[in-house]
């Protein structure tokens, strides 16, 4: 083994979920908002992030794996400069950050993508063997009948 793997050097974020798990241990949480504010009040590194709360867009995805030159500006920072060979003229740029330097036109912004939700197999499957885990007052709320009879 070497040297590397013998040591482990803890960050800023791993300590944040470290606090964050030793506290969710102790907490009774039922649903996503009781851990969300579980993170909310022992967390100074971490902020909950609910699904649902932003609207997913059909962004195109960069074949990034092509690129193998990569370079940044201290004049634009927030742009990611990538070339796919080093003698390559052709340069591609890509935009990692917010700046009002470059404000994207709001008719480009691509379609907002519908959220599929959970299958009426999945629905049947946890209410059947997941519902009966959960405590009383959230039965309904976390683990409703797919059939929509209670």
Excluded at 34 to 43: G, I, K, N, P, Q
Aim: glycine letters at 4%.
């Amino acid at each position: 083994m070497s040297a590397f793997h013998q040591t482990y050097y803890m960050c800023f974020i791993d300590t944040g979920f470290g606090r964050i798990k030793q506290k969710y241990r102790l907490e009774d949480t039922d649903t996503v908002d009781h851990t969300a504010s579980v993170v909310e009040r022992f967390s100074t590194s971490t902020l909950p992030v609910l699904y649902g709360q932003w609207e997913l867009h059909a962004w195109k995805v960069l074949a990034i794996n092509s690129y193998y030159y990569f370079r940044f500006e201290s004049s634009d920072p927030e742009v990611l400069y990538m070339r796919q060979s080093a003698v390559s003229t052709a340069e591609t740029w890509f935009l990692i950050g917010k700046t009002p330097l470059l404000e994207m036109d709001v008719e480009n912004i691509p379609r907002v993508i519908s959220r599929a939700g959970l299958s009426d197999k999945r629905r049947r499957y946890i209410f059947k063997h997941v519902r009966p885990l959960v405590r009383i007052p959230f039965r309904d709320s976390l683990c409703p009948d797919p059939e929509g009879v209670f």
